[in-house]
Nanobody, 126 residues
Framework: QVQLVQSGGGLVQTGGSLRLSCAASGRTFTGYPTAWFRQAPGKEREFVGAISWNAGTTVFADSVKGRFTISRDNAENTVYLQMNSLKPEDTAVYYC???????????????????WGQGTQVTVSS
């Protein structure tokens, strides 16, 4: 059974940075795409970004493009979400997710992901 454990959230001022981590156990991250989603209070969960299994492709939501990056360290079995120039509207619970299918393409819809992290709160103060 795959377990994803997230860390790194917290409170930051507008313009600040945070890095979220998503560590996998029970299975390697190598060969599997990973995505980040977020859910703000009163809103539906939305796609933030995703990285392909070989880190050759990353895709981001327009709202975070140019500010967020995703990287992976297969040796550490961890995927990272680096968030810069944070805005109050980035406040949300952030989730990482990965797929069951090896070498699958990264996708933008949450229904296509099989395993999820526990979520971590990111709060950006104005």
């Amino acid at each position: 059974q795959v377990q994803l454990v997230q860390s790194g959230g917290g409170l930051v001022q507008t313009g600040g940075s945070l890095r979220l981590s998503c560590a996998a156990s029970g299975r390697t991250f190598t060969g599997y795409p990973t995505a980040w989603f977020r859910q703000a209070p009163g809103k539906e969960r939305e796609f933030v970004g995703a990285i392909s299994w070989n880190a050759g492709t990353t895709v981001f939501a327009d709202s975070v493009k140019g500010r967020f990056t995703i990287s992976r360290d297969n040796a550490e079995n961890t995927v990272y979400l680096q968030m810069n120039s944070l805005k109050p509207e980035d406040t949300a619970v952030y989730y990482c997710a990965t797929k069951e299918e090896v070498l699958a393409d990264p996708t933008l819809t949450e229904e296509t992901y099989d395993y999820w992290g526990q979520g971590t709160q990111v709060t950006v103060s104005s």
